[in-house]
C-alpha cells in the first residue's frame, strides 16, 4: 500500500514552530485521506488533525487548534504539519498514517498506514 516517512522533528523551545513532514511513496497516496497522531509518554495515542484527500476538509483536537496546520501536496505525494506556537505538553513521537477513504480523519479508525514516527520534544 503506501509507505510512510516522516521527517522534521528535534528539540525546540517552547513557543517556537516545527514544520513535520510525510513523505508517501505509491500509486494511491491522492486516494488517502491522512492525519497525523501524537503518543505522548504514559499516554495513549491520539489524533492531532485530519485532512481529507483533496485538502478540503481538516480536523483538529481542540489541544491544537488554533495553533497546528495539516495541509498536503498530493503532486509531490507530501502530507505536512506546521506546528507554532509550541508548548511542552505537545511532546510526543508524531505520526503520520493514512487510509485509502473518502472523509475526514477524526481518528485512527481505518488507518492501515502509518509511518514509523518523529521525536517533537519542546522545552520550557
Known amino acids: 500500500q503506501v509507505r510512510l516517512v516522516e521527517s522534521g522533528g528535534g528539540l525546540v523551545q517552547a513557543g517556537g514552530s516545527l514544520r513535520l513532514s510525510c513523505a508517501a511513496s505509491g500509486r494511491t497516496f491522492s486516494s488517502c485521506a491522512m492525519g497525523w497522531f501524537r503518543q505522548a509518554p504514559g499516554s495513549e495515542r491520539e489524533i492531532v488533525a485530519g485532512?481529507?484527500?483533496?485538502?478540503?476538509?481538516?480536523y483538529y483536537a481542540d489541544s491544537v487548534k488554533g495553533r497546528f496546520v495539516i495541509s498536503r501536496n498530493n503532486a509531490l505525494n507530501m502530507g505536512y504539519l506546521q506546528m507554532n506556537g509550541l508548548k511542552p505538553e505537545d511532546t510526543a513521537v508524531y505520526y503520520c498514517?493514512?487510509?485509502?477513504?473518502?472523509?475526514?480523519?477524526?481518528?485512527?479508525?481505518?488507518?492501515?498506514?502509518w509511518g514509523k514516527g518523529t521525536l517533537v520534544t519542546v522545552s520550557s
Open positions: 498514517a493514512a487510509r485509502v477513504s473518502v472523509g475526514t480523519p477524526t481518528s485512527d479508525g481505518g488507518m492501515n498506514n
Open positions: 485532512i481529507s484527500r483533496t485538502g478540503g476538509g481538516t
